[in-house]
């Protein structure tokens, strides 16, 4: 009996946890740190009790190794870039990066192994979290009430106005769409699987409406490819189960895709600004002030570039031989 209750207590405190990582994932940025902070602390104490109290382990699984591998790469590059730049050390998150993502899993991990029925409550706790983020996205797109200034604390350009480019790049409650369009891409995943599943209710076929929508305001074109792919596998296992409900859907999808084209065209003027890549502003931007240090960079530091550094991603940071 006391087995068991602690046992329900050590689930109960993990899934708190991982709803703290809900919040961190929708917080904006000038907060962000707290949560991590939290998350961290929290987690690490979670897992030494838990490890230690309950008669379960962790294999060294491809995955885990896998992601160990690229973390210590990760620290590797950073510190030979600084050698061999003289860069200053941007700790803080290069050094623990990976692993920070990997936190999360190893908790569902501790909690299913302890009472499989909470696998739905983890997956619900995520589930909340990125469909607050994508409601956001949805008022962003259509400019309702304050959510388009809202962005200004979560990403660094504006959101109808990005790259220059007309329209309106919905973020939600993340740093950048593409942000944006993962957490939707999540969404519309969980949602698929429960209709393939056989839960068929109204709320599971409009949750995968209005996830598959939240990718379509973040202007990902990446993500567009997904999303359709996605779909594709989903339309197709659908059919061998319920092909009525699958043309149906087919015929929503459809019906929504030619109606954003005519009523909402200026606002998805990122994603069809151009069929020329040529002619494509993003493109031109990102070669123009990005691609071209590879020039540079690929023959002295072909194995470990600069670092993990957001310098040549966003073309700031330190300025160095490296950065134009």
């Given at each position: 009996?006391?087995k068991s209750l602690?046992?329900?207590?050590l689930?109960g405190w993990?899934?708190?946890i991982?709803?703290?990582?809900?919040?961190?994932?929708?917080?904006p940025?000038?907060?962000q740190g707290?949560?991590r902070?939290?998350?961290?602390?929290f987690?690490?104490?979670f897992?030494?009790?838990a490890l230690?109290?309950?008669?379960i382990?962790?294999?060294?699984?491809?995955?885990i190794?896998?992601g160990l591998?690229?973390q210590?790469?990760s620290v590797f590059t950073?510190?030979?870039?600084?050698?061999?730049?003289?860069?200053?050390?941007?700790?803080?998150?290069a050094?623990?990066?990976?692993v920070?993502?990997m936190?999360?899993y190893?908790?569902?991990?501790?909690?299913a192994?302890?009472?499989?029925r909470t696998?739905?409550?983890?997956?619900?706790?995520?589930?909340t979290?990125?469909?607050?983020?994508?409601?956001?996205?949805?008022?962003?797109f259509?400019?309702?009430?304050p959510?388009?200034?809202?962005?200004?604390?979560?990403?660094y350009k504006?959101i109808?106005n990005?790259d220059?480019?007309s329209?309106l790049?919905a973020v939600?409650?993340?740093f950048?769409?593409?942000a944006?369009?993962f957490?939707?891409?999540v969404?519309?995943g969980?949602m698929?699987?429960?209709?393939?599943?056989?839960?068929?209710?109204?709320?599971?076929i409009?949750?995968l409406l209005?996830?598959?929508?939240?990718?379509?305001t973040?202007q990902a074109?990446?993500?567009?490819?997904?999303?359709?792919?996605?779909?594709?596998?989903?339309?197709?296992g659908?059919?061998q189960?319920?092909?009525?409900l699958a043309?149906r859907?087919?015929?929503?999808?459809?019906?929504?895709?030619?109606?954003?084209?005519?009523?909402?065209?200026?606002?998805?003027?990122?994603?069809?600004?151009?069929?020329?890549?040529s002619?494509?502003?993003s493109?031109?931007?990102r070669?123009?002030t990005i691609?071209?240090?590879?020039?540079?960079?690929f023959?002295?530091?072909?194995?470990?570039?600069?670092?993990?550094?957001?310098?040549l991603?966003l073309?700031?940071?330190?300025?160095?031989?490296w950065?134009?």
């Amino acid at each position: 009996m006391r087995k068991s209750l602690q046992q329900r207590q050590l689930c109960g405190w993990g899934l708190f946890i991982l709803g703290l990582y809900g919040l961190y994932f929708i917080s904006p940025t000038s907060i962000q740190g707290i949560f991590r902070i939290l998350t961290i602390l929290f987690s690490v104490f979670f897992l030494g009790v838990a490890l230690r109290r309950l008669p379960i382990g962790m294999r060294a699984t491809p995955p885990i190794v896998g992601g160990l591998v690229l973390q210590i790469w990760s620290v590797f590059t950073q510190l030979y870039a600084e050698r061999y730049l003289g860069r200053p050390l941007l700790l803080g998150k290069a050094e623990s990066y990976i692993v920070e993502a990997m936190i999360p899993y190893f908790i569902a991990y501790v909690i299913a192994a302890v009472d499989p029925r909470t696998i739905g409550k983890v997956v619900n706790i995520f589930l909340t979290s990125f469909a607050v983020s994508c409601s956001v996205a949805w008022l962003q797109f259509l400019r309702i009430g304050p959510a388009v200034a809202l962005a200004n604390q979560y990403t660094y350009k504006a959101i109808d106005n990005w790259d220059g480019t007309s329209g309106l790049r919905a973020v939600g409650l993340t740093f950048h769409p593409n942000a944006l369009a993962f957490q939707a891409v999540v969404g519309a995943g969980v949602m698929m699987s429960r209709i393939i599943d056989g839960h068929r209710r109204p709320w599971d076929i409009g949750g995968l409406l209005f996830f598959s929508g939240a990718v379509v305001t973040s202007q990902a074109r990446l993500g567009y490819i997904v999303i359709a792919v996605m779909w594709v596998g989903f339309m197709v296992g659908l059919a061998q189960s319920d092909r009525r409900l699958a043309m149906r859907l087919a015929g929503a999808v459809a019906f929504a895709l030619a109606l954003a084209l005519v009523v909402a065209s200026k606002r998805l003027g990122y994603a069809l600004q151009s069929t020329s890549i040529s002619q494509d502003s993003s493109y031109n931007y990102r070669q123009e002030t990005i691609w071209k240090q590879l020039d540079y960079i690929f023959p002295k530091l072909a194995m470990t570039g600069v670092g993990p550094d957001k310098g040549l991603l966003l073309g700031t940071g330190p300025v160095d031989k490296w950065v134009p």
